[in-house]
């Protein structure tokens, strides 16, 4: 691997769960070097080296055991001839770590309004992927800049349903009521396994909500997930303790 801890970092942000081995030590004749790193996954996929061969082979087999849960740090040191059956009769030390990977979690914000400017800026330094979505591209161009921040220039607003998956976070604060509805309808009618809608708003406004989106066809049941009015009780009307709110919510329901 050219660089192992980018390589590292990929997999553990996309949820896999892999042994790392380190070469710590090394004395006499050797096939690896200190510093040289694998990765082993839990589909048996290798990635970068620690001298190939027996060695190698019994470091995939303790790592492998790792990854089947247990120890989660082992340091070892073989005897090349003794323990490995290899010719040299050298000797190298391994760090075995157990690294649990958690994807990064996703969040579609419908409206890049005030709040939502202030709820991006709260989030961009998280692990978390945001799509922001908006029918005014002079908004959009207010986002900051960031490698986990899309915009998405739609016709309307619940064109960007589409960016919703399983287990995705959607809050909703798009221009108002009328435009807030037919997102929610789309979210709760296409099925998808989301982990959290909220729309931003009053208790009032969420009883029209139910209304209408139960005269739309959502089920009673389903409509029980609506989180509205979004965020935690806490500080006040401005956008950017709003945003903190809305931000503290999504981490809570989101789970350590």
């Known amino acids: ?18 042994t790392v081995v380190t070469v710590t030590g090394v004395r006499g004749s ?9 990765v082993v996954g839990a589909d048996g996929r290798i990635l970068g080296t620690v001298g190939g061969g027996k060695v190698e082979s019994k470091a995939v087999e303790v790592a492998a055991e790792m990854l089947s ?22 000797e190298m030390s391994f760090l075995f ?5 958690r994807p990064e979690w996703h969040v579609v914000i419908f409206g890049a309004g005030h709040v939502a400017q202030a709820v991006v800026h709260v989030l961009a ?23 986990n921040i899309s915009s998405h ?11 919703v998956r399983d287990g995705s976070m959607v809050v909703c604060m798009t221009k108002g009521h009328s435009t807030d509805r037919p997102v929610l309808r789309e979210v709760f009618l296409g099925g998808l396994g989301v982990s959290f809608v909220g729309a931003i708003g009053s208790a009032a406004k969420r009883a029209v909500l139910l209304r209408e989106l139960q005269e ?3 089920g009673e049941e389903i409509l029980q997930c609506l989180v509205c ?3 935690l009780p806490i500080g006040g009307n401005d956008p950017a303790e709003i945003a903190v709110s809305i931000a503290a919510q999504l981490l809570e329901r989101r789970g350590p």
């Open 153 to 163: 220039l739609v016709a309307r607003f619940e064109d960007g349903v589409r960016l």
């Open 69 to 90: 849960g247990g120890t989660r740090c082992v340091l070892a040191t073989w005897n090349l001839q003794r323990d490995v059956g290899m010719t040299c009769g050298g």
């Open 125 to 147: 330094n998280m692990a978390c992927r945001i799509d922001v979505v908006d029918e005014r591209a002079e908004w959009l161009g207010q986002l900051p800049a960031g490698r």
């Open 1 to 18: 691997m050219a660089n192992p801890w980018s390589e590292i970092g990929r997999l553990l942000a996309g949820g896999e769960t892999v």
């Open 216 to 218: 739309d066809g959502v």
């Open 229 to 231: 009015p979004l965020g």
């Open 30 to 38: 050797v096939p690896g070097e200190v510093g040289a790193k694998m």
């Open 97 to 101: 770590e157990r690294v649990a990977g």
